[in-house]
């Protein structure tokens, strides 16, 4: 899931200034379970906005604001009260920010900053596993990715500033690589822990990412 | 072939320090820390160190040169990606810079440039191999080279990090990919000099023992608290106390770690932080 923080209520001001009106945009998706985009934060945003004086013309929570064709097509349903906003603030992440973007010539406005795909520890606490690098090492790594869990991405063992197995940016985390170590010992695989990791090929990484299904979806492999 | 290589090829012990390019364009007083270490046969130069900002090791270690000073270029993946690391050093190769320190390199968050983006698209085992293929005239993309570089490439290793079995491993790899020569963090203890040394030595590859100079208390408990891979044990700690001169006796301490590394290792490197006029009494005979 895409977890996000609010932007502060300084920023959000700042960033209103000159506005009046406004249609108010959630996401019933990961912006709901992160608490800056469901019916709650909607509901809480419309208040602070109306006790600064402005007025919301109307809001709505999408399902996912990250589909697209379906944010466009829900958003026209409100067409007379968008027509009525100076300006759109969209709580979700910013991919769902572009959905509403790209299909208004009105100003959208991002309220949340987008931080990383995150698993759930448990509620509200988020942790960030997998960097989407495109080219999965988790095979070779005891299911531990260190292009993630490790600061600098280091592919061949700790760096230098191990210390009593924990990290050097960060002393209250295990160093990936001692923790990758103990799990590949456990299964009996060090050998994988010896082999030297050639350098990651970044152009599976391609910037902006397209992806389209093959044309027998379902089959589970990609022909 | 470098002197340095050669040197260390006879067998012969070796002395090496380091000075960091300045923040700045006046290399006035790096080239005058460089003269206080004439005697050294190599001279560090730091890279970005602590990731603070500072003027190019590549552009300090060609004026050392100019002055008749061996440098050891040192080079981090934290700043360059492959191909900027790659034509760094086709361009030290051309300006005769031949000694190399290979490292991965400290995060952006310990220094002065905090919202910098890390790089970091090659670790340290990986810039050793490239190198390594650079010299047999071949580039990462698999591009011949018109003349391939020339290099002595080192790498660095941290003796006292824990747990040990894994330090080991990544040395060993470090050997596999190209690594020369080692240079270590400091060292502050016999037996885990012993212990290291019992399996970095099967290798082969010549060691050089990171001494620093302790200057107080104060200084020894920043490092344990601060310096990953640097441990001053507790009696070190108790002498640099009960010390009528703390910096007398932190020479006395790094006097024998030389001897330290005289002993178990082929080198020494020595940190002295604006003590190089202490260099001679540092690596003075303590039998004497």
Known sequence: MIISTPKGREELEALLAGYRTLFLVGCGACATVCKVGGEDEVFATQEWLEAGGREVVGSMVLKEACHVMRAARELRRYRSQVDEAEVLLVLSCGGGVQSISSCTDTRVLAGVDSLFLGNIRRFGEFEEKCSLCGECILNETAGICPVTNCPKGVLNGPCGGMEDGHCEVDAERDCIWAKIYRRLEKQQRLAAFDRVVEAKDWSKKFKPGRHQLARNPGSGVEK | ?288
């Open chain 2, 1 to 288: 072939m470098s002197r340095l290589a050669e040197k260390l090829a006879q067998q012969q012990f070796v002395m090496t320090a380091e000075i960091a390019p300045p923040k700045g364009v006046d290399v006035t007083s790096a080239l005058a820390r460089a003269e206080l270490l004439q005697t050294m046969d190599a001279i560090n130069v730091t890279d970005n160190q602590g990731a603070c900002m500072r003027m190019s090791p590549v552009a300090l270690a060609r004026l050392l040169i100019e002055q008749g000073y061996e440098p050891i270029l040192q080079l981090t993946c934290r700043d360059r990606n492959r191909m900027a690391l790659q034509s760094e050093l086709l361009g030290a190769a051309a300006l005769g810079i031949e000694n190399l320190l290979l490292l991965t390199g400290d995060h952006p968050q310990f220094g002065d440039h905090k919202a910098a983006r890390p790089v970091f698209d090659l670790d340290s085992v990986q810039l050793l191999k490239a190198v390594a293929q650079l010299q047999q005239g071949v580039d990462m993309a698999g591009k011949a080279l018109n003349h391939p570089p020339r290099f002595f490439s080192g790498a660095a290793v941290a003796p006292a990090a824990e747990p040990q079995v894994l330090v080991l491993k990544k040395l060993a790899k470090k050997v596999a990919c190209g690594a020369q020569f080692f240079q270590t963090q400091a060292v502050f203890k016999r037996s885990q000099l012993e212990s290291f040394m019992a399996s970095a030595g099967l290798f082969r590859t010549p060691v050089i023992m990171g001494v620093l100079l302790l200057k107080n208390l104060r200084m020894a408990e920043f490092l344990n608290r601060n310096i990953p891979g640097v441990q001053v044990p507790e009696d070190l700690l108790q002498r640099l106390e009960g010390a009528a001169d703390p910096l007398a006796e932190g020479v006395k301490i790094a006097r024998e770690m030389v001897v330290l590394a005289r002993e178990f290792c082929q080198g020494v490197h020595l940190m002295t932080f604006g003590h190089e006029d202490l260099l001679p009494q540092i690596l003075a005979d303590p039998s004497v």
